[in-house]
Nanobody, 133 residues
Framework: QVQLVESGGGLVQAGGSLRLSCAAS????????IGWFRQAPGKEREFVAA????????YYADSVKGRFTISRDNPENALYLQMNSLKAEDTAAYYC??????????????????????????WGQGTQVTVSS
């Protein structure tokens, strides 16, 4: 059974930092493309960052580029999101998601489809990040 468990959320002041973690079990982690999404109250879940399974290529939403860094540790079955210079608008529940390496969404590659929620098969339960201004 595939499980993704996020941790590391909390309350932080604007300008501060947090590091989110996502622990995976029930999968060969290195076979998966992994992403982070977030959802604020009353809003749709949106793409934050993603990292590919083989080349570790990274992708970021424009809103977090230069402030957030995604990384993965395959032997540890872990995914991370280092978040710096946090803003009030970063407040949301953050979710990690996994997509099997050769899974194709709408016939596209992960490079093309990493920002689509539907490209991912497995999701964690989320961890709350609250940034006070």
């Amino acid at each position: 059974q595939v499980q993704l468990v996020e941790s590391g959320g909390g309350l932080v002041q604007a300008g501060g930092s947090l590091r989110l973690s996502c622990a995976a079990s029930g999968v060969t982690f290195s076979d998966y493309n992994i992403g982070w999404f977030r959802q604020a109250p009353g809003k749709e879940r949106e793409f934050v960052a993603a990292i590919s399974w083989r080349t570790f290529s990274t992708y970021y939403a424009d809103s977090v580029k230069g402030r957030f860094t995604i990384s993965r540790d395959n032997p540890e079955n872990a995914l991370y999101l280092q978040m710096n210079s946090l803003k009030a608008e970063d407040t949301a529940a953050y979710y990690c998601a996994a997509a099997m390496k050769f899974r194709s969404f709408r016939g596209g590659t992960f490079r093309e489809t990493h920002a689509f929620r539907e490209a991912y098969t497995y999701w964690g339960q989320g961890t709350q990040v609250t940034v006070s201004s």
